[in-house]
């Protein structure tokens, strides 16, 4: 029996985390945020999408063991930024997700600001060749049962995408 138990709870972790950065995969955060939403209803929310630019250049030039330690570190820089106020999760390649129940008016640049300091903290000590930025995609609005969530992600995802447009091309310092 106690095999089973232990199977059960691996296969439950698998279905709910994402095994490199041990962050809540996409169905865990969905599951979350929805419930959070309608917890919270009347709240001021703020969804926040985080994507590694050229992610796949640095894949490409030095192997997928390198991007894997790139996430993993990236995200560790990520979950202490969040620390327990920010809910976080990894939905998908070098995309991450995070969301907080926040009245600020000033959260999309404060947010910016403090993860432009984290991954300029990370450039400094990383010791690579090549620089890791992000683009930051920030939605804001109310809880309440009528919210759809994939609507207000699919708003962080376009502002996510003008905001990558900005930036340089290379990844080489």
Known sequence: MVFIKE?????????????????????MFIEKINETILNASNSP???????IDNFKQINDAYGNQSGDVMLVTYAEKLKLFCQDSI???RIGGDEFCAYAITDMENAEQLLRDRLKELTEELNRHSGKPYYISMSLGVKQFE??????IS?????????????????RGSIYK
């Open 7 to 27: 199977k059960d709870e691996k296969l439950s972790y698998l279905a709910y985390y994402d095994i490199l950065t041990k962050l809540p995969n996409r169905h």
């Open 45 to 51: 929310f703020t969804v926040l999408l985080v994507d």
């Open 87 to 89: 809910f976080l999760g």
């Open 143 to 148: 809880c309440s049962s009528l919210v759809d």
């Open 151 to 167: 609507h207000e992600l699919e708003q962080a995802d376009e502002r996510l995408y003008v905001d990558k447009q900005k930036k």
